[in-house]
């Protein structure tokens, strides 16, 4: 046993510590909002048996479709698939400046990052840890590249009840990950070495592959930093622990921090957060309750309540009701049916409240298709508005500590592997930051495009009556502002230089043209006056 796995493993103790004040409530939100990522947290230990018996006691599915709408809309809302949702620029240049071969270049470098992102796991892994966020209120997506395939990136969503998160920033940005996990003992084996594992597991492997040992996964920043070329030199440590023997079996490093941690909304005092299902898991428990209720008076209503006579004939204790079943009694008043006086118009109005706060709470009303008419340019630019005050708090935390995370991991591990070439001289000494694009990313500057386009429209009204007007707009910042605003992608729009460039040609070419046209016209008049006076000479000679 080595001292600093001792330290690592009594670090362990003290993160689950502090994480147990909050997890009886995760525990109720992804019974309600998640059931079938129930999550196995260490202050609520239960077995399998226990869980399944909680995912069988729900009635109600409100909460858990909504939840299912909200991290769908959150997706295709900011990493979408079928576009690119962000772009690059250095620190300290803003969208009209000029790059020329680096912006080429970073646009060069954006394509390639999303197109290795989106044929990896991303979509799938990134679904399950925006549920965790939503849910919970935190997630933890790990980024690497796949080793064993030699290139491309890979994704893993690890599950909130394994993973302790700590912070070691002014900011509190996650900078510390303690991840318990299973391995069997061949794997441990295969994947560490025989000489770096324990005798007793390499002994276990032998005669029982199969045994599970409880691993601890360390990522945190490593306090003397060197060159960072070498594993142990890097700016954050990797610890592999065997916790069963408290043995270290791997010490490595990465040069970014691979996890991203988004929260929703952080908890005071607390590294932790809450998720939008907070706020929904009053009305979700209150309805699965009144709607477990319900079904039950609902089959008494079908079936009825009865009340029996033991008339010497009748024995209520054994008799059964059922279809094609004839009841033995020596009078008809013997055994007689119940009124159990069920009122469902109550039931149903407060389950379809119920049901309405729960969908509005987690944003679900609002974020689907409403109705199947067509709607107006207004009504579309509404429900804009609205969806943008709904997310916008929820999606400024995820570009800080979830989007961002993945694109500076993504852009390190293309950099370092060469497959991006050397960066353009310009761009050498910049810090480059990460720009969103995305549709909810344009839906929050959708308000200075549509008020931009707006007063161009209303300009050229004007100019019908005065063409002076148009003297007060700049139309060139008017299209990069537009085309900006609306994710256009870089590579259509020419930069400042082309388009002067641009200008000055066809300035020259009409310059040439009208010269021509004057030259053709000289030439035009020369020749009439030539005619002119060939006819004059033959007629004076006619004359004569």
Known sequence: MSNFAQQLCTRLDQLKSARANY??????CYKYGAPERQQC?????ENSKTQQQ???DLYDSTAADSVQVLVSMIMNGVTPSNAIWFKAQPDGIDDLAVLTEGERWLEDVCQFMWRNIHA???DSESFETITDVAVAGWGVLYTDIDREANGGYVFESWSTGSCYIGSTRADGIIDTIYREHEMTAETMINTYGEDNCHFTVVQTAKRSPDTKYKLLHVIQPRKSKGAGQINKDMPFASYHIDLSNKHMMKESGYHEFPCAVPRLRRLPNSVYGNGQMTL???DAKTVNELMKLTINSAEMQIAGMWIAEDDGTLNPH???IGPRKVIVANSVDSMKRLDDGTNFQIADYLITNLQGGIRKKLMADQLPPIGTQQMTATEIHTRVELIRQMLGPMYGRLQSEYLKSILDRCFGLALRSGVLGQPPQELWGRNLSFKFVSPLARSQRMEEVMATEQYVASLGQMSAVD???????????VAVLIGNGRGVPQTIMRTADEVQELRQARQKAMQEQQQQQAQQAMLDKAGDVIAKGAEHQLTSEVMQ
Do not use: G, P
Not at 23 to 28: F, L
């Open 280 to 282: 929904a898991l009053a």
């Open 318 to 320: 054994t008799v059964r």
């Open 120 to 122: 990896a796991n991303f």
């Open 41 to 45: 947290f260490s202050s609520t230990v």
């Open 23 to 28: 997890e009886a409530h995760w525990s109720e």
């Open 54 to 56: 909680q995912r069988a």
């Open 467 to 477: 063409q002076t007007i148009l003297d007060n707009v700049d139309f060139d910042a």
